[in-house]
């Protein structure tokens, strides 16, 4: 018997479709505001993890994401917030750019690197549901 996640459909043959990785990482995305609602959001505080699945997702319906978007989605202080999206662009996880339409804003992307190592990770979470 299969345990997949909410929402999320794969045929017989086991393939998954890039529609069914976005809505695993928004469902994971759902939950873990849901568990953070429970607890202290201290105790569970990870906005590194939230920006990626959050730039994963948003890429995947092709939408750009502003710096203060993001800001807004790692769940922390947005000075908290700044500083890790600001390491993880150091170390080449993230890339910045600014928006043509508008020069004052930032916007955030994966780097190709990074979304092919998120969309292997969920795929392996997708995977193990049907197990």
Do not use: N, Y
């Not at 890429?59 to 993001?70: A, E, K, P």
């Amino acid at each position: 018997m299969s345990t997949r996640p909410a929402g999320m459909s794969v045929p017989a043959e086991d393939v998954i479709s890039e529609d069914d990785l976005l809505r695993l990482a928004r469902s994971i995305s759902h939950w873990r505001r849901k568990r953070d609602a429970m607890f202290e959001p201290v105790i569970f505080a990870d906005p590194e993890w939230d920006i990626l699945l959050d730039l994963f997702t948003q890429g995947g319906f092709d939408r750009r994401v502003s710096m203060s978007s993001l800001c807004i989605a790692a769940s922390v202080p947005t000075t908290t917030a700044m500083r890790c999206i600001s390491a993880m662009i150091e170390q080449g996880v993230l890339a910045r750019s600014r928006d043509p339409g508008d020069a004052r804003r930032v916007l955030i992307e994966l780097t190709e690197e990074t979304r092919a190592k998120m969309r292997a990770w969920l795929l392996g979470v997708a995977r193990a549901q049907l197990r």
